[in-house]
């Protein structure tokens, strides 16, 4: 898909390195760079081995690779049915204001639509301002009654052995 000046594609596997330079590189904005547990080898069998359950997007402008996009479907049992959650969302800074986040975005929307999903969901961080505004911009409203808890790393560990 073509829009904006920009072409959305399907990532491959050989996207892999590309798609773990950018995870690394929106770690550092987001102040997480040491979170980054993964590899290009993990990259590789998460989003495209037999049993991925994730899918990528790459953003290219002029032929070369300015973002990315990881998303995976989820269910809503109020809905009874799918929906998208962005896992990721990032364009380079020098391309930002291009237009390539929001082809991002609408070619997702597109796609939940398309498939009957009831939700496009994500997270952003609270203090990341330029990005609250641009996803409200879009019309995106955020879900302040709901808290994320996360179970992780050894944690998540000693409940799932816990008696």
Do not use: H
Request: glycine share 10%; aromatic share 12%; charged share 25%.
């Amino acid at each position: 898909m073509a829009a904006s000046g920009v072409l959305i594609r399907d990532a491959i596997a050989g996207d892999a390195a590309l798609i773990l330079r950018f995870i690394r590189e929106l770690a550092i904005y987001e102040r997480a760079e040491s979170s980054v547990q993964t590899d290009e080898a993990g990259i590789r069998d998460s989003l495209f081995g037999a049993g991925a359950k994730a899918r990528a997007l790459i953003c290219e402008a002029d032929g070369q690779p300015i973002g990315y996009a990881v998303y995976f479907y989820n269910y809503s049992t109020w809905l009874g049915r799918n929906g998208i959650y962005l896992e990721d969302l990032y364009v380079s800074p020098a391309s930002r204001g291009s237009g390539a986040g929001k082809a991002l975005l609408q070619y997702i929307a597109r796609q939940a639509v398309a498939e009957g999903c009831g939700r496009f969901e994500w997270s952003v961080l609270d203090w990341n301002t330029p990005a609250i505004d641009f996803y409200e911009a879009m019309g995106a409203r955020p879900q302040s009654e709901w808290t994320v808890y996360r179970l992780e790393g050894d944690a998540l560990k000693a409940f799932a052995e816990r008696a």
